[in-house]
Structure formats: C-alpha cells, structure tokens
C-alpha cells in the first residue's frame, strides 16, 4: 500500500515528511532524520511557506524569496537553476512537495563531501545548525513512518 501524503494545502507533519524523503531514499537510513529536520526548520512542514523577501546586491543582483516546503530561493532554483545540468523548476513546482523534493535530491546530491553525506548545505538552517532543534521530532516522525509502513 502507498502511503498517502497529505492532499491540499495541509502542512505536513514529522511522518509524512519522513515519508516523502523515504522516496529517495531508505528508512533505516538515519539521513532522512536530518532531511526532515532541515524541512521542518525551514517550513514548518507548510507547502505553502514563503520567506521575507531579500534584495541581494552585488553579482548576481536579485530580489528573492523562499518557497514551499523545502523553501527553494526563487531566483536560485526558479530562474538561474542552482547548476548548468539542474534546470529551474516553477514556481508552482516549489509549493508542490513532490516536484520541490525532486528538485532538492538532486541539489543534495551535488558536491558531496563523499559518498555517505548529503550537500544540505544551500539551506540556512543547516549551515547555522539551526535544523538540531527539529531532531528529536523528526526521529519521532521517522518512526511513526516505519510503524505505518
């Protein structure tokens, strides 16, 4: 049985965004508590989240927000593509959180420091470690996944 994410504009919780990361990778990999905890810093498991608009002066010049679940920037994913071979994605893929996780397994997966670690590093909250504060809730969503699972 396939396990139903939350249809509409319903803000997601511990599981379902356990569930969503287990797409792409194993629930018995302990790299999906730190994806999640990195989502729930970020958005608070809304879809919908935006971010305060920045201006970014200098080069690339640009005014930019973050968007959706993963809060993908929108000049960075949605106009420039973080990487030649990452096309941008649409504004209305970034508040879709399977399209968005599409997008963002392949910017983890780019420059990582070697083959066992994810590169979550295009996201704030996991430079600043500010994701830690979110650990404990997503272990306990990642078991209430295994449980349904």
């Not at 356990?18 to 790299?31: E, F, V």
């Not at 593509?81 to 997008?103: K, L």
């Not at 600043?128 to 996944?145: I, K, P, R």
Request: aromatic share 14%; proline share 7%.
């Amino acid at each position: 049985m396939a396990y139903a994410f939350p249809a509409g504009n319903v803000v997601w919780n511990p599981r379902d965004v356990c569930a969503l990361l287990c797409t792409k990778m194993p629930m018995t990999d302990h790299r999906v508590v730190t994806g999640c905890a990195v989502v729930l810093a970020e958005s608070g498991g809304d879809p919908l989240a935006t971010g305060r608009a920045v201006w970014s002066p200098g080069a690339p010049t640009h005014l930019s927000v973050d968007l959706g679940l993963f809060q993908l920037n929108s000049y960075y994913a949605t106009v420039t593509g973080h990487f030649p071979d990452t096309p941008p994605i649409s504004v209305a893929q970034c508040f879709d959180p399977i399209a968005a996780w599409e997008y963002a397994w392949k910017l983890i997966n780019k420059n990582r420091p070697d083959s066992w670690h994810f590169n979550w590093s295009s996201w704030t909250v996991f430079k600043a470690g500010a994701y830690d504060a979110w650990l404990d809730e997503a272990m306990a969503g990642l078991a209430a996944y295994k449980a349904v699972a």
